[in-house]
């Protein structure tokens, strides 16, 4: 990534735009679902999907989702992201390090505005199968974890040279936001049209920022 080639005050403003972009794309999804609320926030989709998942609960089944579900906090999000952005700067790769700093960063800020914005209920208490204070649309969770891990698939797909590979780097990263974006409505915690805005505000979040930073794995300068 060529810093000549993409001035910091060009970057700025599509990050800007991007992140403007990615917000009223998602509230907007969110008060549009609104109109199909039935009950406790659900759609009739919601409900379906969630009755589906608690009648499929099993112990072992739900450990495995308390497990999957902290690929998406910020506890695990964050000391990954941190462990790459300083292999990065030892590298000198620095946009490439500010590109995932921002992805992960402005995940969080969007996902809390979105829901702030939208005050969606989340599902019913005795439903949960873990605690939780904020509005459910769109999943942070999912959110995070789709910002996160595509914009790692991002970067380690400029240093691979083999399709096979490439595949592998993104499948890998795809399967985990797909786990993440499971384990919140199988916990009871999501609806599962929090988890698809979430998957959504993550993928546009990281798209915008692709075209803003145009990120290759050439030297910089």
Do not use: C
């Amino acid at each position: 990534m060529i810093l000549a080639q993409r001035p910091r005050i060009k970057i700025a403003v599509h990050v800007t735009a991007a992140f403007v972009v990615s917000l009223v794309a998602v509230v907007g999804l969110g008060l549009a679902l609104q109109q199909a609320f039935v009950a406790n926030g659900a759609t009739p989709f919601d409900a379906r999907v969630t009755k589906w998942f608690v009648n499929h609960r099993t112990e072992t089944l739900t450990s495995w989702m308390r497990a999957l579900t902290w690929l998406g906090s910020t506890a695990v999000i964050v000391p990954v992201a941190l462990v790459v952005i300083t292999a990065l700067l030892v590298e000198h790769r620095v946009l490439l390090s500010v590109f995932l700093t921002v992805a992960v960063a402005g995940a969080s800020l969007l996902s809390i505005l979105a829901k702030q914005i939208v005050g969606r209920d989340r599902p019913p208490a005795p439903l949960r199968l873990a605690s939780v204070t904020s509005s459910s649309f769109p999943s942070g969770h999912a959110t995070q974890a789709a910002a996160t891990y595509l914009a790692l698939a991002v970067i380690a797909s400029l240093f691979v040279r083999q399709a096979w590979t490439r595949i592998a780097v993104w499948g890998t990263a795809i399967v985990i936001v797909a786990a993440v974006g499971a384990s919140r409505v199988y916990l009871g915690v999501h609806w599962a049209t929090d988890v698809l805005g979430g998957w959504f505000l993550g993928a546009v979040w990281v798209a915008g920022l692709t075209l803003a930073f145009r990120p290759t794995g050439g030297q910089e300068s």
